[in-house]
DNA sequence: GCCTGATTGAACACTTGTGTTCAGTTTCAG
DNA sequence: CTGAAACTGAACACAAGTGTTCAATCAGGC
């Protein structure tokens, strides 16, 4: 957190790309120490422990595709588009960065950070949509979207990274999907799910 | 497998609570010991390793789940019903033992027995609601479509398993999300999501 | 060029797990 | 009763990881 030296930025870079290629119980202090190019004292006298820095990974790694996303919903007003357009950029920078895709795949359910991150980010678009007449299924079920729609995201990705389907029709397939299954028509859907993907803006 | 004797049928059951408790990379062989109500020396004689051990109660309960519900389907004809009941006879089960739930939800896009549980469960049904035009999705599409049903499924169970929504209401919404998303229309997937729920057959 | 803080890496004492062996039981079918 | 098979549990010898300490070295700012 609060602004990393650059010795720790390594170290959590490293633990970054361990944890994804791993998971949290397969890295050890001396993999992390090699890993990030660094004697084993520097990563001990730089972290506290593998859980304070698995959650400093995780939360910083919510913390900014949140941003990023929400930075390229600046222009779009429809919740749809705004849906489509998020599954599909999840399900994209997975296949891009694969690290963070597997990243993301292994951890979004359990970790609180990253559930937040992907319910935060449709909740509003959802509510939104609801009331504007867009979607049509009721309020009550609202946990169970935000459900269907976080779990077919982490399958699709899934999906791309194991290269069963490239992340062009995991992404359009999901969003129309999940587009449908809220009420919006077959054609609508597909159309809104189809339109060419903005590039994710960086964070200046 | 091939018929366990007694001993054998103890540490498979308490590996079965562990796993679905702890983990994999949790559960030593002390612990499954002691669970077992067994000597350590005990377990050593009586499995290979945790990994062979592991794989041999993870297909057993896809194999037992498959066969009781396609038991339960002996009756039903129509893909779409036999869909809905799937999705929600696995949701249901999460619920009434929930060790089972959380085995499945660890573990059921890792395990190879687990996925196919799931896929080949519904390719069948798809396919042929497809070419019955009981669904307007295009076969390209099959693997995504799958993908969102295991996912939303298994996501659906983690809902039930936290205690945020009953088993009913988190089974039948997502029946009839998945129904819409496949082009049934509203009014029917509700009917289809909510019609009452036939016990699991026992595998007599 | 010197000072100071950070980094190095080896050494330490621990803990927890593994897999094996084996003499002393139980257990129960014949 | 009586074997044979299975189970027990303690004792080994390892392996791999943890977290700490500390003298030596490095590197950058003043």
Redesign the pocket.
Known sequence: MESL???QRRIHQAAFRLFAERGTSQ?????L?QEA??????V???ID??ESLFEAVASHLAKEMHERVNKSFNSLSDPAQRLANGIRLFIRRAHEDSQWGAFIHKFAMSNASLREMFSSQATTDLLSGLSSGRYTFEKEQLLSVLTLISSSVLGSIFLVLEGHRTWRESGSDTAELVLRALGVSPEEARALATTELPVLPSLD
Chains 1, 2 share one sequence.
Not at 27 to 31: A, K
Not at 37 to 42: E, F, M, N, P, S
Request: no cysteine.
């Open positions: 030296n650059p010795t890295v050890n202090i001396l993999d120490a190019g660094v004697a084993r004292g520097t001990y006298s730089n422990s593998m």
